[in-house]
């Protein structure tokens, strides 16, 4: 069974752009979540979805949006990009958004903003 | 922010010594979990003990958790080069809105030399 797969894995852009990064979960997992990390420091929970509604909310700019599709995959988008916005974006799926599951997660999506 | 702090922030030993990392946090949890990351790549979970139990065993790793304490530690018995990684744990709060959300702490780094 596939885990969880994120693309791309590789991403350059400038500052001002705008990025879209994809997530498809775990088949029968209907929970997404987003985390960034940046280098040097453990991940930080950016947006949880389950079934297709924003469950939970980090601390990051509303420059930071998602959305959860019928399928379960999910996208995250970030406008105006920030030479900070620089890190490894990270997917988590789980069957639903209780607490109790592990999450499990794919390989990320390398950002760096020039 | 971050969730607590691990400790140490870097390790390194031998093959076959034992490696403990160390791990505190700051508010109730539902569980508590340790991942693994290699080469700042994707999270690997390693295993995930919850607030009612005090110790758990999963092969050559033991974790326990001290509530009272709002600590947790990981043991790694008979280390490989293999097991070199960035080590991180991650909580699970008890109630509120963002119960799927994980909090992480900064990571120790662990070193395993042949």
């Known amino acids: 069974d596939a885990g969880v797969t994120q693309s791309p894995t590789h991403l350059i852009k400038t500052r001002g752009q705008h990025v879209t990064l994809r997530c498809s979960p775990i088949s029968g997992h209907k929970s997404v979540s987003w985390y960034q990390q940046v280098l040097g420091q453990g991940p930080q929970f950016i947006f949880q979805y389950y079934e297709k509604e924003e469950r939970g909310r980090g601390n990051f700019p509303d420059r930071f949006s998602a959305r959860q599709f019928p399928n379960y995959s999910s996208e995250l988008n970030v406008n105006a990009l920030l030479l900070g916005d620089s890190a490894l974006y990270l997917c988590a799926s789980s069957p639903d958004p209780g607490a109790k599951n592990i999450q499990y997660f794919g390989a990320g999506t390398r950002l760096s903003v020039l | 922010s971050q969730q607590g702090e691990e400790d140490p922030q870097a390790l390194s030993i031998q093959e076959g010594e034992n490696a403990t990392m160390n791990c505190s946090y700051k508010?109730?949890?539902?569980?508590l979990q340790w991942y693994r990351q290699n080469s700042g790549r994707g999270l690997v979970h390693l295993i995930l003990i919850r607030s009612n139990e005090r110790e758990k065993h999963s092969g050559r790793l033991r974790v326990t958790l001290d509530t009272s304490k709002k600590s947790s530690s990981l043991l790694i018995t008979a280390s490989r080069a293999a097991d070199t990684a960035s080590y991180f744990c991650?909580?699970?709060?008890?109630?509120?809105?963002?119960?799927?959300?994980?909090?992480f702490g900064q990571g120790t780094i662990l070193t395993v030399h042949p």
């Open positions: 991650a909580t699970a709060n008890a109630g509120g809105t963002s119960y799927g959300k994980l909090t």
């Open positions: 508010t109730s949890i539902n569980n």
